[in-house]
Structures are given as C-alpha cells and as structure tokens.
C-alpha cells in the first residue's frame, strides 16, 4: 500500500488568533481535528503508513494524534523548526521517512470528499509514466476566481492561461520521489514554482474533481464548515462554486 504525507506545518497567519496557541490542522469542524478527518478517510481505504511535518506548535501535534494508534495507522513525524520550510522543503524534508515510491500528500488545512483510494491507481501510474506529479483540481471558490492552472484535453497541467478556463489546486497531489530531488535539505522551497517548471516541461498531470472541496483558510470558513458538518455530516454544494 502507498504512503501519504499530511502537511500540517503553516502557521496559519489568516487564523489568528485562533492559531496563536493551537496549529491549524488541530482546528475542530465537526467535531473533530482537521487533521483527523483527513486521517480517517485515509485509514478508511487501507492507507495507514502517514508522516505528518510540522512546525509551529509541532508539539501539540504529537501529543494529540500520538503514534496513530487510536486511528488504526501509523504516523511519523517530519519536525521543522518553528519558521517551517514551506511545501516543497518540507516535503522533500521528509523524504526519507516516503520511500523510493510516489507517495501521496495532503494539505492538512482542506476539507475534501474525494477519495483516496485513486492515489493506488495514480501511484501506479506514475511508476510508468513520463511525468513526475498529479495534481487534484477543483473549481475556483469565491475567494480565488481566477484559478491556479489550467487543465488541457490530455490531462496534463500547465501555468494559468488568461484565455482560457483555469482551475484550483486542492492541495491533494501525488509525487515521484525525484520531483524532489532538486530541494536542497533543510532549506525553504514554496511548491508553486517548482510545479510551474515541471508543467513548462510536461512533467504534471491532473484531474478535476466535481465533488465537495473546501480551503479552510479563515475563520469564517472554519464556522461555516462547522456548522455544516454538525448538522449533516456533509458539506453543501453551495461552498463549491464554479468558475
């Protein structure tokens, strides 16, 4: 079975004050951690080997989720210090605990429906394939209308065109080991660029998913989530909007 990363290391500035003593992926909607959801979903379809980075208030983290136990998987830990090293350093930070094989990694701060079990088929994919990453796309939400990237006929991902119809990076993707290997170690590396680079060379794949979606990203979306989920258990299709 494959690997997958949570990355729970931001500080998570648009949360304040409420990140000031907690990290955000311990933030409760339903409940439950953020970070929670995401473990349950991926023990729900036999993925339990997780490394989970983290930064700031990286201790809360360990304290809470433990070993993984609790949640039937096993969770180790990439520590970075309290400044972090941004996506791609604190990915490719935790390299050695991800194997040779492409490996799956989650923003801890997203709520998403889409099921994991499809990383099993895309790991595979990649095992054979020409490119190096799959990204998860979605509809552009009200706060970020114009999108990240743009999705072609062939599936294959390319840096924002203005012409044409752009989508949203979910923070849900899939990597080749070596799409890494240009990071140098404990330095901070943003993800963006690297995947832009990558795109310029055919090197990234993707997929739009129609389902549920959300970027937990302030306050008010962290209530309203909440809420959503404490009445239903779901989230309505009014907080995905389409371009």
Known sequence: MIQAMILAAGRGERMRPLTDTLPKPLLCVGGKPLIVWHIERLASVGITDIVINHAWLGHKIEETLGNGQQFGVAIEYSAESPKGLETAGGIANALPLLGEQPFLVINGDIWCDWNPMQAVTIVDHLHNASTQAW?????????????????????????????????????????????????????PQPLAPLLRLAMQNRLVEGSLHAGQWIDVGTPERLALLDQQLQCNGNVPASFIQPQ
Request: zero cysteines.
């Open 135 to 187: 990204l998860l796309m979605v509809d552009n939400p009200p706060h970020h209308p114009e999108g990240d990237f743009h999705l072609d006929a062939q599936g294959l991902l390319h840096g924002k065109i203005p012409t044409a119809i752009n989508h949203t990076f979910a923070g849900i993707g899939v990597y080749h080991p070596s799409f890494f290997r240009g990071v140098k170690p404990q330095q």
